[in-house]
C-alpha cells in the first residue's frame, strides 16, 4: 500500500504562486511516475501534469509555461510549482502515484485525500 500525504495549498491572489508537494510512503517495489489532478466544483477531474521516474514529463496544455512539476525519487515526493495562477485555476488538487508491489506485479494508482488551491480575482 502506498500513502501519499499533500502539502502547500492555500489561498492566492490572481498572479501569485504556489508549490504542492506530495510525499509517498508505504510499502512497495517502485513508484513509477506520480503527478497531480484537478478538479473543480462540478467538473471531472483532470490531468494537470505527470512525470515519470526517469523525469519524463506531460503537462495539460493550459499549465504549460506557467506549472512545472518535479520529482524527487529519493524522497519519493513530487512538487508542483504554480506560477501566474488564474482564477480558473482554483480547484482541489489530488496527488498519484503508480506503483507496484512487487516487480512483477503490474501498477495500481494511489490518490491523496487533495488539498484545495484557491485563487482570488
Known amino acids: 500500500q502506498v500513502q501519499l500525504v499533500e502539502s502547500g495549498g492555500g489561498l492566492v491572489q490572481a498572479g501569485g504562486s504556489l508549490t504542492l508537494s506530495c510525499a509517498a510512503s508505504g510499502t512497495f517495489f517502485s513508484i513509477d511516475a506520480m503527478g497531480w489532478y484537478r478538479q473543480a466544483p462540478g467538473k471531472q477531474r483532470g490531468m494537470v501534469a505527470t512525470i515519470t521516474k526517469g523525469g519524463s514529463t506531460n503537462y495539460a496544455d493550459s499549465m504549460l509555461g506557467r506549472f512545472t512539476i518535479s520529482l524527487d525519487n529519493a524522497k519519493n515526493t513530487v512538487y508542483l510549482q504554480m506560477n501566474s495562477l488564474k482564477p480558473e485555476d482554483t480547484a482541489v488538487y489530488f496527488c498519484?502515484?503508480?506503483?507496484?508491489?512487487?516487480?512483477?506485479?503490474?501498477?495500481?494508482?494511489?490518490w491523496g485525500q487533495g488539498t484545495q488551491v484557491t485563487v482570488s480575482s
Open positions: 498519484n502515484a503508480l506503483s507496484k508491489r512487487r516487480m512483477y506485479y503490474a501498477p495500481t494508482n494511489y
